[in-house]
Each structure stands twice: as C-alpha cells, then as structure tokens.
Nanobody, 123 residues
C-alpha cells in the first residue's frame, strides 16, 4: 500500500488546514487509518485514527476537540481537518495504515506509512 499525504503548509495560529492522504490500494476500506506527527528530536505522536467503516475515531489528547478525522472509501482517501491551530501543532504529519484490528495509538502497530507533509503554525 502506498500512501500519499498532502495539504500541509503555513497557517497562522487559530487558522485551519485540511490534510489528505490517498492510498494506492483497492483494499483501502479494509485498512484502519491513522495520522501521526513528529517534531525534530521527539518521537512520533498519535494524532487521530479511524476505523475501516469510518464509524469509530480516536484522538490524541492534544488535538481532541480541534481536529477531525474522516475517510472516503470510494476515493481511497483519509482526511484530517485541523481547526484552531496552535503553535505547538507545528510538525511533520504522517498518515499510516494497518491491515488488522482496531485503531492503535502506537506507531509500530501500523504497517504502511506515507512520506509526511509539513504543517507550520505561525504567530
């Protein structure tokens, strides 16, 4: 499975961005999808995850209430709507896919990763 993330950029604090991640696999709907982020010198942080059907989602504590994950299985795409962005949301954002089970908060539980897209929040 190849994952292509896009939508990153520069935004002012308080603003919004929507990230997209498109998968190459025709079996996209059978994958649990997640978003993680990473800043230099720190480990990869769980941001959000969504079940295969899109019914169930989970969020990291830092983004709960501000970010929304969704998916469109017909388009093989998962989205991350980011609102009320803060300076500390600045990071490289990665989408990931896992082929079994439920949404997991740990990066090693995911089987495939996209290349990352940079989000920079300025004051």
């Amino acid at each position: 499975v190849q994952l292509q993330a896009s939508g990153g950029g520069l935004v002012q604090a308080g603003g919004s961005l929507r990230l997209s991640c498109t998968a190459s696999a025709r079996t996209f709907s059978s994958h649990v999808m997640g978003w993680f982020r990473q800043v230099p010198g720190k480990g990869r942080e769980f941001v959000a995850g969504i079940s295969r059907t899109g019914i169930t989602a989970d969020y990291g504590v830092a983004v709960k209430g501000r970010f929304t994950i969704s998916r469109d299985n017909a388009k093989n795409t998962v989205y991350l709507q980011m609102n009320s962005l803060k300076l500390e949301d600045t990071a490289v954002y990665y989408c990931a896919a896992r082929t079994s089970g439920r949404v997991q908060l740990r990066g090693p539980e995911y089987d495939y990763w996209g290349q990352g897209t940079l989000v920079t929040v300025s004051s």
